[in-house]
């Protein structure tokens, strides 16, 4: 096969439950004022009691494949990207594969948090240069954030949401596509945003299984890694801020990405926000924007994209992706939540 690969198609799903700032604020002790000035949050959406993440994925995987009239029966690989995994095991991906009936594929999970859609980025753009009999790849980043936060924590309940988001990445011509991926982390700081029990450290219990976060030093290490990364990628790329047509990365927060953002020389027309409208969806955040750009008509074929990526772990890293006008649909929230099975 060629041995460039690039997204031939995009898709999202979010769940039919819609909670605005108004809802939302009175169990956080905050204000909805509070929460649209400090985060830019505006809304969010939530999982229904019966929907799981590998629900949410299969539906935005449905949809980037109708996106890129493409069969299932194409897919030679899955990679589900999460930190809200249906169970412990088996894989996300594997409950993905079944419910969209993607026989052919291998299935499997990468667990980076909100670089999550990254790093298997990566893991599918090789495995597809090295594997001629995988044409194509999902790469799909999900996260039911909603069954995880405690309501009365301003910290999380103001910025998390649940949605889904999937590429499809396949061969493209010479010069487009992903160029060279920089990927990092440092599990040092691994306990500054995290989801205690579930694992073999603690048990389950209810009050570990909330996320937990410390605001000021997640807020650091964004300030920190944002400009090196976007730096990194215009250099590893040699090219300059004023050739980059869009730069897609992870929302936590989309009052300090736009701060960050603009300390970098960044406009506002070249950096697509997403936050204010779903929330920090995690490993979602950055295929639901790259989805959004190209639905809106925001990327055109030769557009060079820059993406970043942090997340817990810590980690992080960054890529520059040059667009061949893949399709987009994004698809809005259902008449009623999705049942697949």
Same mark, same amino acid.
């Not at 990254?118 to 069954?147: N, Q």
């Not at 103001?158 to 889904?164: I, R």
């Not at 300090?256 to 406009?267: C, Y």
């Given at each position: 096969?060629?041995?460039?690969?690039?997204?031939?198609?995009?898709?999202? +799903?979010?769940?039919?439950?819609?909670?605005?700032?108004?809802?939302?604020?009175?169990?956080?002790? !905050?204000? *909805?004022?509070?929460?649209?000035?400090?985060?830019?949050?505006?809304?969010?959406?939530?999982?229904? #009691?019966?929907?799981?993440?590998?629900?949410?994925?299969?539906?935005?995987?449905?949809?980037?494949?109708?996106? &890129?009239?493409?069969?299932?029966?194409?897919?030679? %690989?899955?990679?589900? *990207?999460?930190?809200?995994?249906?169970?412990?095991? #088996?894989?996300?991906?594997?409950?993905?594969?079944?419910?969209?009936?993607?026989?052919?594929?291998?299935?499997?999970?990468?667990? *980076?948090?909100?670089?999550?859609? %990254?790093?298997?980025?990566?893991?599918?753009?090789?495995?597809?240069?090295?594997?001629?009999?995988?044409? +194509?790849?999902?790469?799909?980043?999900?996260?039911?954030?909603?069954?995880?936060?405690?309501?009365?924590?301003?910290?999380?309940?103001?910025?998390?949401?649940?949605?889904?988001?999937?590429?499809?990445?396949?061969?493209? &011509?010479?010069?487009?596509?992903?160029?060279?991926?920089?990927?990092?982390?440092?599990?040092? +700081?691994?306990?500054?945003?995290?989801?205690?029990?579930?694992?073999?450290?603690?048990?389950?219990?209810?009050?570990?299984?909330? /996320?937990?976060?410390?605001?000021?030093?997640?807020?650091?290490? $964004?300030? @920190? !890694?944002?400009?090196?990364?976007?730096?990194?990628?215009?250099?590893?790329?040699?090219?300059?801020?004023?050739?980059?047509?869009?730069?897609?990365?992870?929302?936590?927060? #989309?009052? %300090?990405?736009?701060?960050?953002?603009?300390?970098?020389?960044?406009?506002?027309?070249?950096?697509?926000?997403?936050? @204010?409208?779903?929330?920090? /969806?995690?490993?979602?955040?950055?295929? +639901? &924007?790259?989805?959004?750009?190209?639905?809106?008509?925001?990327?055109?074929?030769?557009?060079?994209?820059? $993406?970043?990526?942090?997340?817990?772990?810590?980690?992080?890293?960054?890529?520059? %992706?040059?667009?061949?006008?893949?399709?987009?649909?994004?698809?809005?929230?259902?008449?009623?939540?999705?049942?697949?099975?």
């Amino acid at each position: 096969m060629n041995a460039s690969v690039g997204v031939v198609g995009a898709g999202s +799903y979010l769940p039919r439950r819609r909670r605005t700032n108004d809802e939302v604020a009175p169990a956080a002790g !905050v204000s *909805a004022e509070w929460i649209a000035a400090r985060t830019g949050v505006l809304a969010r959406h939530a999982a229904a #009691p019966d929907e799981a993440a590998s629900d949410l994925g299969a539906a935005a995987l449905k949809s980037a494949l109708a996106a &890129a009239h493409l069969e299932v029966e194409q897919l030679g %690989l899955i990679v589900a *990207a999460t930190s809200t995994p249906d169970e412990l095991g #088996p894989a996300t991906a594997c409950r993905v594969q079944a419910l969209v009936g993607a026989r052919h594929a291998v299935a499997l999970d990468v667990t *980076a948090a909100c670089s999550g859609w %990254l790093f298997g980025a990566r893991v599918a753009r090789d495995w597809l240069a090295g594997d001629p009999s995988a044409r +194509y790849a999902a790469v799909v980043g999900v996260e039911t954030y909603s069954k995880f936060v405690d309501p009365a924590d301003r910290a999380t309940a103001s910025l998390f949401g649940d949605g889904a988001a999937a590429t499809l990445l396949g061969p493209v &011509a010479d010069g487009f596509g992903f160029g060279p991926f920089t990927l990092g982390s440092d599990g040092r +700081y691994a306990d500054h945003a995290m989801i205690a029990a579930g694992g073999s450290r603690l048990p389950v219990n209810a009050d570990g299984q909330r /996320i937990t976060m410390n605001g000021k030093a997640v807020r650091d290490f $964004i300030l @920190d !890694v944002f400009p090196r990364m976007l730096a990194h990628a215009l250099c590893q790329g040699r090219v300059t801020l004023a050739d980059v047509a869009l730069v897609v990365t992870h929302q936590p927060n #989309p009052v %300090l990405l736009q701060q960050a953002a603009r300390q970098m020389g960044v406009t506002d027309r070249q950096l697509i926000v997403v936050g @204010d409208e779903v929330g920090n /969806i995690g490993a979602a955040n950055i295929p +639901y &924007a790259l989805a959004k750009a190209a639905s809106e008509g925001r990327l055109r074929h030769g557009d060079l994209v820059v $993406i970043i990526a942090f997340g817990g772990g810590v980690t992080w890293g960054t890529t520059l %992706l040059r667009w061949t006008g893949a399709p987009a649909i994004r698809v809005a929230p259902a008449a009623g939540h999705l049942q697949l099975r």
